[in-house]
């Protein structure tokens, strides 16, 4: 869980005898479990979804990184319009654009306007998700947020082992012969309660002094993404044309001009989108890197995962989502045990213990994917996904402390809005990316036998792929502090967690 410093502003306590507040928590918990959901539920109804719809595999791209992408370049401007208009308006705004994206998703007729509605959906979570934990500082008193930071952690983790399950389940289960649309039309009822509930019992908050929105900002770093993703997504298709060579070094040229303009307006207003100053800190800097380029390796593994098994060893969704279960596990336990146990005594260490480990895992499976080929079972594969998992639980959980702990306390909230912003644009990347790493090395025109050998051999190439980026994530590490100083209120309690941090900088004022 990110936070950010307004929990240390000087201001009046929220009344501890209003029952609503509990209520008001579960709502926006709820909120923030669909987000979490969404984002991996998907990835197990892939296959269902490509051989439904008859989408190519660039639009099987975009369906993901879709929503990775709007979710990542709305994250800070929707903090800021909550800061601005009232956390409790913002976020029903939110859940309720989530669920109508949703049905949209659910009532699809083709791949375009379901890649569409993924974009909505993502832009809407970009709302609703910053929300969460600004309505929990104005709801609750401090002595009481310890203990909801607790129940928030467990919240992520539930998400994370029970949405490829649900996804399993809704997908196989094929209700009214609706095949993979359940796993949209599900957000339906719950988004309707939420919508109707909050409204009802959620307090209206404000920041005392609203940071002005960057617009301009946000359509600049959206631009540079798409004129980078695009071409990687659809090149492959097309005969990489020259057009995507120059789109993607013309992407570079529009982050350079991100950065002028960001700098000119830090000194104009101070209220950029990004806060370039933060770059000057060393662990700061080398965070973000680590944090993008993690963000590169889920986006890879997590697709290419899910298609190899469904699609190249033809298992179902079902067998597929309990294949996970082991490593979804691993990572909540050995996350708990990074915070708790490991970090306080051997700091950076464990980090960088969390980036081998995790190659170490994706080696072995990269192993075992070559011995046993078509033949591999789920109990093969338990043993690498429970090394990966603990390899990856060992870093996402204290990563944002340690990337936050230099950061000067009035930049706290605007540097975890960009710690959670990058990964959801590598993740992105990564996404696109799979169009190189995999489908690079497939070829277009497979006979019907020819199909699993290769989604094999492409697996095998992506975890190499993978595996190389672990190694980049080690090195990377060096530049973190080796012990990372736990003065930001409550991010230990991450456990992995997606959700968007609290963008304003003061502490919310309640409005009556």
């Not at 800190?281 to 963000?295: D, L, M, N, R």
Request: proline letters at 5%; aromatic letters at 8%; one cysteine or more.
């Amino acid at each position: 869980m990110h936070s950010t410093d307004i929990a240390h502003a000087p201001t009046p306590e929220p009344a501890t005898g209003d029952r609503r507040r509990w209520f008001a928590l579960a709502i926006v918990m709820t909120a923030a479990f669909m987000d979490l959901v969404d984002v991996t539920i998907v990835n197990i109804a892939v296959p269902s979804i490509q051989r439904d719809e008859g989408a190519t595999f660039s639009q099987i791209q975009w369906i993901t990184a879709g929503y990775a992408l709007a979710f990542a370049a709305g994250l800070v401007t929707g903090g800021r319009l909550g800061d601005i208009h009232g956390r409790k308006r913002v976020f029903l705004v939110g859940i309720g654009g989530f669920t109508v994206a949703s049905a949209l998703c659910g009532l699809a007729v083709n791949p375009e306007m379901l890649v569409a509605s993924r974009i909505l959906q993502g832009a809407m979570a970009a709302l609703m998700v910053p929300q969460v934990l600004s309505i929990v500082h104005a709801t609750f008193p401090a002595h009481e947020r310890g203990k909801v930071f607790g129940l928030f952690g467990a919240i992520v983790g539930l998400g994370a082992v029970s949405g490829p399950l649900l996804g399993a389940l809704l997908t196989e289960g094929n209700l009214f012969g609706l095949e993979w649309r359940p796993i949209f039309l599900i957000n339906l009822p719950v988004g309707v309660a939420a919508l109707f509930l909050g409204s009802r019992f959620i307090t209206e908050s404000k920041a005392p002094r609203a940071l002005k929105l960057d617009l301009p900002g946000v359509a600049l770093v959206t631009l540079a993404l798409l004129m980078l993703l695009y071409p990687l997504t659809r090149g492959r298709e097309l005969g990489w044309p020259v057009w995507g060579y120059v789109s993607m070094a013309g992407a570079l040229v529009v982050f350079a001009a991100l950065v002028a303009y960001e700098r000119a307006k830090g000194a104009r207003d101070g209220s950029p989108l990004i806060e370039l100053s933060l770059f000057r800190v060393k662990s700061f800097a080398a965070g973000i890197a680590v944090q993008t380029v993690f963000g590169v390796g889920l986006g890879v593994f997590f697709l290419v995962w899910t298609l190899y098994m469904q699609i190249g060893l033809g298992w179902s969704a079902l067998r597929a989502g309990l294949t996970g279960v082991p490593f979804s596990v691993a990572v909540s336990v050995a996350a708990g045990m990074s915070v708790q146990q490991l970090v306080p005594r051997f700091g950076r260490k464990v980090l960088q213990a969390g980036a081998l480990v995790m190659a170490a895992g994706v080696l072995i499976y990269l192993a075992e994917a070559d011995h046993y080929g078509l033949g591999i079972t789920s109990w093969q594969m338990a043993l690498p996904l429970v090394v990966m998992g603990a390899g990856m639980g060992l870093i996402v959980a204290p990563l944002t402390d340690a990337v936050l702990s230099e950061v000067p306390r009035e930049h706290a909230g605007s540097a975890s809005g960009l710690i959670n912003t990058v990964q959801q644009m590598g993740h992105a990347l990564g996404l696109g990316l799979v169009s190189v790493v995999f489908f690079g090395v497939i070829d277009e025109r497979l006979a019907p036998a020819e199909v699993g050998p290769a989604f094999v051999d492409g697996f095998s190439h992506a975890l190499g792929w993978v595996a190389a980026v672990l190694g980049a994530i080690f090195l990377l590490m060096f530049a973190l502090p080796k012990r990372p100083a736990q003065h930001v209120e409550g991010a230990a309690g991450a456990a992995g967690a997606e959700e968007a941090p609290v963008t304003g900088e003061k502490e919310p004022e309640l409005v009556p």
